[in-house]
């Protein structure tokens, strides 16, 4: 009980100096051991890489998961070393709304198809985001993570303390000049020998793990190299589920040209052999030209690729010419480029005025 007074006392000694020393420097009344130029480097530089690894960190984790609350609920998962629960995409739960609806309006019809085809492409999407978040977390989001809460707590740890050895060292000096008996200077000076050597070590410590920064450096970069690589694949697979799901619905019937085609047609015109609007497969581009007048311009918006010889391939922000002939389908046009013609879908361009 004694030794647990004494320790308290001893203690409660010690911050107190620390306080007085702390008040007079910053009044002006004591003087203040300066670190060397790079010592005060190092720490600036440790001090700017949490600034900013904590701002990267915090918007890295809006990105991946924009709902609060579930950031709140992953978190507390974590800390409870619970596994956290697998959650279902947005984009997951709307393509598994889109194909119900599609069972409910019928398959068969252009829309209960066309919901089917774009349900599924949504799928995709969403399992391609739900690998691109977790690749994201592992290679990305913990390596900040253990940063912030490994070793920049170790180095706050070590700066604090090098804080409070130099205090100590401070007021062993302003004792020493204080001091006017020999013997009270000599123990003073003892004191002061020892709060010397007791700093030094602290600094050297406190030194190595400052510049060890440096390697964090390099290690947050290679995390970076890798949350980039995740991005563009990601996003490499989201255009390609697009592209995909734009050439099957250009290949679909036009439910507005079946419309309006059902409601004109008459039994003379099937007996004397017309093509339907929409029967475009049975169009030979060989033999189809360019009208005199109605021809435009056109960009092309996305690549395509030609799904068989009677189609033109694409690139994206090349300019064609492109016309339409009786008989095709209002969702084609006919695209001419140098000697090459052939069918194009409407969707894949930007008609120019």
């Known amino acids: 009980m004694d030794f647990s007074v004494k320790k308290l006392a001893s203690g409660a000694g010690l911050f107190l100096t620390r306080a007085v020393q702390f008040t007079e420097e910053k009044l002006g009344q004591a003087e203040k051991t300066e670190l060397d130029a790079q010592f ?11 600034h900013w690894t904590e701002k990267i960190y915090r918007q890295t984790e809006v990105l991946l998961q924009p709902n609060p609350s579930a950031r709140i609920e992953e978190f507390l998962f974590e800390k409870l070393d619970w596994k956290v629960p697998s959650r279902v995409t947005n984009a997951e739960l709307l393509g598994q709304y889109m194909q119900d609806a599609a069972k ?12 089917e085809k774009v349900g599924e492409c949504e799928k995709r999407l969403g399992e391609a985001e739900r690998e691109f978040l977790q690749t994201s977390a592992i290679s990305f989001l913990t390596p900040l993570r253990n940063f912030l809460e490994g070793d920049w707590r170790t180095i ?7 804080e409070n050895l130099r205090l100590d060292l401070d007021a062993c000096k302003t004792r020493v000049k204080k001091a006017k008996v020999a013997e009270a200077k000599a123990a ?3 004191e002061l020998r020892i709060a010397q050597t007791e700093f030094d070590r602290q600094a050297e410590v406190t030194r190595l793990l400052l510049e060890g920064i440096s390697s964090t450096h390099v290690n947050h970069l290679r995390c970076l190299h890798e949350f980039v690589e995740a991005q563009a694949a990601y996003y490499k697979q989201c255009h390609l589920h697009m592209q995909e799901l734009q050439k099957e619905l250009g290949r679909l019937p036009n439910a507005f040209a079946l419309n309006s085609t059902n409601a004109i047609a008459t039994p003379s015109m099937v007996t004397e052999g017309s093509s339907s609007p929409v029967e475009t497969d049975t169009l030979k581009i060989e033999e189809v030209q360019a009208p005199a007048t109605g021809t435009r311009k056109a960009r092309v918006l996305y690549d395509y690729d ?19 002939v009786p008989g095709m389908d209002s969702d084609w046009l006919i695209g001419e480029k140098g000697n090459h013609k052939g069918k194009v879908p409407v969707t894949y361009l930007e008609l120019l005025s």
Do not use: Q, W
């Not at 005060?40 to 949490?50: I, P, Q, V, Y």
């Not at 706050?156 to 090098?162: F, N, Q």
């Open 306 to 324: 030609a799904a068989d010889s009677s189609e033109l391939s694409l690139l994206a922000d090349e300019l064609i010419t492109v016309y339409t």
């Open 156 to 162: 706050s740890k070590e700066r604090r303390l090098l």
């Open 104 to 115: 409910e309006f019928d398959l068969g019809t252009p829309y209960g198809n066309t919901l």
């Open 40 to 50: 005060e480097n190092l720490m600036s530089r440790a001090d700017c890489t949490k």
């Open 188 to 190: 003073a000076e003892h």
